[in-house]
T-cell receptor
Framework: NAGVMQNPRHLVRRRGQEARLRCSPM?????VYWYRQLPEEGLKFMVY????????ESGMPKERFSAEFPKEGPSILRIQQVVRGDSAAYFC????????????FGPGTRLLVL | GDSVTQMEGPVTLSEEAFLTINCTYT??????LFWYVQYPGEGLQLLLK?????DKGSNKGFEATYRKETTSFHLEKGSVQVSDSAVYFC????????????FGTGTKLQVIP
């Protein structure tokens, strides 16, 4: 059973460009979560999605950030018009359908904005 | 709101030393508690977990006990190895419909030969 997969592992963007981060959950997992880790800090929750639904986006910045988890295909975290402060590691996690289940994390995408 | 507090690092130990990393939490209700480990340049791996009071989670020689009375979940290992060098995160998760994991800030462990 493959783990949570994220790509790309590293992404370099210039200010003003768009960044698209992809996450494929573990097989059988229908819940996806995105977290952001700023340098030397812990992970902060951004958004929680189920297939075709955003359940909780209380940790998402109100502008430029969006997330989706379509019926088919990976979950996408999209950052428009990136700024230097967006440079961070973005981690995706997935869990089975039951509430309160352990979340399993992917290897992360390290975004660098020049 | 919920929070997790970990001892600040870095913690530097010699190989075969005893390890304790303190973790306390603040939460309304009865969360599940976790320790995750992050090796350099990698994602988080689940190390161990406990879902109710007095449960002990254990894995790879590490263990932690869910102490409701002291709201703590300290991580211990009797004899650390160089390969244990990593950042350790304490975390909590509710089972009542709130699916976001709340993390501590992490404690960096360096084990020297």
């Amino acid at each position: 059973n493959a783990g949570v997969m994220q790509n790309p592992r590293h992404l370099v963007r210039r200010r003003g460009q768009e960044a698209r981060l992809r996450c494929s959950p573990m097989k059988g997992h229908s819940h996806v979560y995105w977290y952001r880790q700023l340098p030397e800090e812990g992970l902060k929750f951004m958004v929680y999605l189920q297939k075709e639904n955003i359940i909780d986006e209380s940790g998402m910045p109100k502008e430029r950030f969006s997330a989706e988890f379509p019926k088919e295909g990976p979950s996408i975290l999209r950052i428009q018009q990136v700024v230097r402060g967006d440079s961070a590691a973005y981690f995706c996690a997935s869990s089975p359908p039951s509430e309160g289940e352990t979340q399993y994390f992917g290897p992360g995408t390290r975004l660098l904005v020049l | 709101g919920d929070s997790v507090t970990q001892m600040e690092g870095p913690v530097t130990l010699s190989e075969e030393a005893f390890l304790t990393i303190n973790c306390t939490y603040t939460a309304t209700g009865y969360p599940s508690l976790f320790w995750y480990v992050q090796y350099p340049g990698e994602g988080l791996q689940l190390l161990l977990k406990a879902t109710k009071a007095d449960d002990k989670g254990s894995n790879k020689g590490f263990e932690a006990t869910y102490r409701k009375e002291t709201t703590s979940f300290h991580l211990e290992k009797g004899s650390v190895q160089v390969s244990d060098s990593a950042v350790y995160f304490c975390a909590l998760l509710y089972s009542g419909g709130y699916q976001k994991v709340t993390f501590g800030t992490g404690t960096k462990l360096q084990v020297i030969p």
